[in-house]
């Protein structure tokens, strides 16, 4: 599963919109969901939309991983860094997901900030 969350995170480094569709073809589920405390969105083309808004807003930044995949069944965790255009963290927070039997992304749940 690491692969899947991998190509997620691909995706919302991807500033080429065709490409960015590209990846979360190959990972997202037909209706997938999306919701962080700014956004709650239904399907790929929605989430492609989103993410070209992030860069338009964050342009330079960028996600990277901030620990392992962690999973039990069709749920997967995970946390990630945002960093800005120099390379410095700029924010962190954890996703949950949930998987289709295919090993499709059916839902993100977005958390922003560490968890104290």
Do not use: K
């Given at each position: 599963m690491e692969d899947?969350?991998?190509t997620y995170l691909q995706a919302w480094n991807e500033t080429d919109r065709a490409r960015r569709r590209e990846l979360l073809a190959g990972v997202w589920a037909?209706?997938?969901t999306y919701q962080d405390p700014t956004a709650s969105l239904t399907g790929?083309?929605?989430l492609v939309q989103h993410i070209g808004r992030f860069h338009e807003q964050r342009p330079g930044s960028r996600?990277?991983?901030?620990?392992r995949v962690d999973r039990y069944a069709d749920n997967l965790r995970f946390r990630w860094r945002l960093l800005d255009s120099?390379?410095?963290q700029a924010s962190e927070g954890t996703d949950f997901v949930r998987l289709t039997a295919e090993g499709r992304i059916?839902?993100?749940t977005g958390f922003f900030g560490p968890l104290d």
């Open positions: 899947v969350i991998a037909e209706h997938g790929a083309e929605e996600f990277e991983l901030g620990s120099e390379g410095v059916a839902s993100v």
